[in-house]
C-alpha cells in the first residue's frame, strides 16, 4: 500500500521530467548533463547581435552524417534541434577569416589554443578524426570546449552560426 507520503513523492518525481520539458520550452531553460560544461540548469539568454570570440553559446548541430555519427556513437543526446538533436553548449574561438590549424593541438591564426590537445580515439577507443584545419568560411563558427575530451570543432570543424540558439548562461551548476 501507498501511503500519502510515497505517492507525493512518487507524483513530484514522476512530473519533474515534464515540468523540466515545459520550462525549456517556454523559459529557454536547459539541463547539461555532458562534463564539457558544468553539470546542471543552463539558461539561453537572448542574443540579439552575431555570436564573436568569447560568447559561450547554445547552438544546434548541422543535421548531417557528421552529427549523425556522434549521436550514434553517443557523443551528442537526443534534443529538440533539427534531427533530434541536443544543441551543444560551446565558446566561439574563431568566427570567419580566422586560421585554424590542427596538429598535437589547436591554434587560430598561429596562436595556441589552450586546453586543446587532440585525442585519436574516444573513450570507447573508436578513432576521432580531427578536422583538417583551415580558413573558417563566411557565417561559420570554430567552436570549443576546454574539457579534455569534448567532441567540438576540433574534430566536427566549424558549424554553421543560423545554428545558434543564445548564450549559454548557468542558473545552477555543479562541478567546474
Known amino acids: 500500500m501507498i501511503t500519502r507520503g510515497r505517492f507525493a513523492v512518487l507524483t513530484l518525481l514522476l512530473s519533474l521530467p515534464i515540468a523540466v520539458f515545459i520550462a525549456g520550452g517556454w523559459g529557454g531553460f536547459r539541463i547539461n548533463f555532458s562534463p564539457s560544461y558544468p553539470l546542471g540548469l543552463w539558461r539561453i539568454a537572448t542574443l540579439d547581435r552575431a555570436a564573436r570570440i568569447g560568447d559561450r553559446i547554445f547552438i544546434c548541430p548541422p543535421r548531417n552524417a557528421t552529427f549523425e555519427l556522434a549521436r ?3 557523443y551528442l543526446r537526443q534534443g529538440l534541434c533539427p534531427g533530434w538533436l541536443s544543441p551543444l553548449i560551446k565558446t566561439v ?5 580566422h586560421c585554424v590549424g590542427i596538429a598535437a593541438s589547436v591554434t587560430i591564426d598561429g596562436r595556441d589554443l589552450p586546453h586543446s590537445e587532440l585525442q585519436a580515439v574516444d573513450g570507447s577507443g573508436r578513432s576521432l578524426p580531427p578536422y583538417p584545419g583551415g580558413a573558417v568560411p563566411s557565417g561559420f563558427l570554430f567552436l570549443h570546449s576546454p574539457f579534455k575530451g569534448s567532441y567540438d570543432s576540433r574534430y566536427f570543424g566549424p558549424i554553421p552560426a543560423k545554428g545558434v540558439l543564445g548564450l549559454a548562461t548557468p542558473i545552477l551548476t555543479f562541478g567546474a
Do not use: E, F, N, P
Open 72 to 74: 550514434r556513437r553517443g
Open 93 to 97: 574561438v574563431a568566427t570567419s577569416g
